[in-house]
């Protein structure tokens, strides 16, 4: 399968401050890990800045424009909330980060490529539309599903998440629009205390909460008994995958026991949902995974995936 792998050395600028764990060194470990022989066959491309009209989709005008205008000097840092703080190249990052999901969209819908992997950050699936939160500006995954409606004629898309921690703000953008489907599995309860089963939109919000503890064989279950089923029940149009990697054992901000083995395995199974529904469509972007030796693996597990699926 040909993968686009989108990027942008502006992420790397994002700095919200000495052992912060959404650090640089987060997507440092994630390229060097796809510089690997295996992944010679990426397609590789800058990633550009979003547009006002792209962003406007999801955000207010207001909160974008206060967004883009925090730009602290160098060295100096803005706190918007105890977790999420913004540096002289936040911005700029956040919006590399939203333009590689739209263009990862572009290029997948225009059957230029198969699917598309964005190792970009700031993450996106704790921003609400008028709220940043959880190391999160803008709400990228709501951005590439809302950009697929408007540009590309594409009516029902799904976002599927499988970060540790439930994506509040990619389900506030949609819990009133059936048009979406949100699926999630993460640890519960946990941050940010949202994602409970009985969250359920206008029928198309599906959150299936794991206790802390649970293990690779559990993630599989959730994914194989309910979710994956509920998807294909859905039929997207295109499958916007949140592939956070703080599920993984070695995660330090939770306790579950996932493995690369089972993000292999998922992401294995998505494409396959994407190729009986829409052509294999699939564009997938980093959101978070916090030890740097896992977050590598496991990514590395999951793009080679994309690749072989
Ligand atoms: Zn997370």
């Not at 999160?136 to 976002?159: D, E, K, P, S």
């Amino acid at each position: 399968m040909s993968v686009l792998l989108l990027s942008h050395h502006a992420c790397l600028a994002h700095d919200p401050g000495e052992g912060h764990p959404e650090c640089p060194d987060r997507l440092r470990a994630v390229l060097r890990a796809l510089e690997a022989e295996e992944f010679a066959g990426l397609i590789r491309d800058d990633a550009p800045r979003a547009t006002q009209e792209q962003l406007l989709r999801v955000h207010p005008q207001n909160y974008i424009e206060a967004i883009l205008g925090i730009r602290p000097a160098p060295g100096d840092r803005v706190a918007l909330d105890g977790d999420t703080i913004m540096s002289h190249g936040s911005a700029e990052a956040a919006l590399r980060a939203a333009g590689a999901a739209v263009v990862g969209v572009d290029a997948v819908c225009r059957g230029e490529v198969q699917r598309a992997f964005c190792a970009t950050r700031p993450p996106g699936h704790h921003a609400e539309p008028g709220r940043p939160m959880g190391f999160c500006l803008f709400a990228n995954a709501a951005i590439a599903a809302r950009h697929a409606q408007a540009a590309h004629g594409v009516r029902r898309v799904a976002v599927v998440d499988f970060d540790v921690h439930h994506g509040n703000g990619t389900q506030a953008c949609f819990e009133a629009d059936a048009d979406v489907f949100y699926a999630s599995s993460h640890q519960f309860p946990c941050y940010p205390g949202t994602g409970a089963a009985h969250e359920t939109g206008v029928g198309n919000i599906l959150n299936v909460p794991l206790p802390p503890g649970a293990d690779g064989a559990a993630f599989r279950t959730a994914w194989r008994d309910h979710l994956l089923p509920a998807l294909d029940r859905f039929a997207p149009g295109l499958l916007v995958i949140s592939a956070g990697f703080d599920a993984h054992a070695r995660d330090p901000l939770a306790q579950l026991r996932v493995r690369e083995a089972d993000f292999a395995w998922l992401t294995t199974e998505l494409c396959r949902v994407a190729e009986r529904h829409c052509g294999g469509k699939v564009v997938s972007l980093l959101e978070g995974g916090y030890d740097l030796e896992a977050l590598a693996s496991s990514t590395a597990a999951h793009v080679r995936a994309l690749m072989r699926a």
